[in-house]
């Protein structure tokens, strides 16, 4: 039963792959560039994030700092994982095995490069949750843009959507359970070297001088 079940799950995905690479097909030609593109410079977008949310930390509690800390380190701990599951499935790439579709518009990975989960949406999902957790109403941003990044790779032709689909989740999860396991002790760490370190300016906004307050006459 289970492998009934998993032949028509990816059944359906790839009868919604040879859709997504027909419509991908018929799109203007400025598109197909941009999706080319965009597949890789969208995740830019996720380390402008990670940058914003580690200047505004820097005047909030050592709690979020942490956060703003952890979320790179995450990221990079889900793409790790993501690449160690490629290895445990070893999938082939869709657009090097489904036949009768329109050549991908991203190249086509060499074999071996495996396909199930997509380190790309692993990356997108860790980083999202990871924005999040810095700063909640961030999420407007983060999620649309961690899901576009998903259907980019589907669009460009080398990812099925169900091994996006698992990059998100995959991703997802290793943030939600990361962050919150180590933001005590980072936290920690942040409120020592807050206090005494030379790395205080890169941790805390740098207390107003006093000196340099306009002093009122009498």
């Not at 009934?4 to 990816?10: D, L």
């Not at 994030?49 to 790179?72: K, Q």
């Not at 080398?158 to 995959?170: I, N, R, S, T, W």
């Amino acid at each position: 039963m289970e492998g009934t079940e998993t032949g028509a799950v990816f059944a359906a995905s790839e009868r919604l792959y040879r859709e997504v690479a027909l419509l991908a097909h018929g799109a203007p030609g400025w598109l197909r560039e941009a999706a080319e593109a965009g597949t890789d410079l969208l995740l830019l977008g996720f380390a402008l994030l990670f940058l914003a949310g580690w200047w505004r930390a820097r005047g909030e509690g050592a709690g979020v700092m942490a956060a703003a800390l952890l979320a790179p380190a995450v990221t990079t701990v889900a793409y790790a994982v993501s690449r160690s599951l490629k290895g445990v499935f070893e999938q082939e790439r869709p657009c090097s095995v489904v036949a009768d579709v329109a050549a991908a518009i991203a190249s086509c990975p060499p074999p071996g490069d495996w396909s199930f989960p997509s380190n790309h949406a692993a990356v997108a999902g860790a980083a999202a949750v990871a924005v999040v957790l810095v700063r909640g109403v961030w999420a407007l941003v983060a999620a649309p843009l961690a899901l576009l990044e998903a259907f980019s790779r589907v669009f460009v032709g080398v990812h099925y959507p169900h091994d996006v689909l698992a990059g998100l989740v995959v991703g997802a999860l290793v943030a939600a359970v990361a962050v919150p396991l180590a933001r005590g002790p980072v936290g920690a760490a942040v409120v020592h070297l807050r206090e005494r370190s030379a790395l205080r300016p890169l941790l805390a906004v740098p207390p107003a001088d006093p000196l340099a307050l306009p002093v009122k006459e009498a």
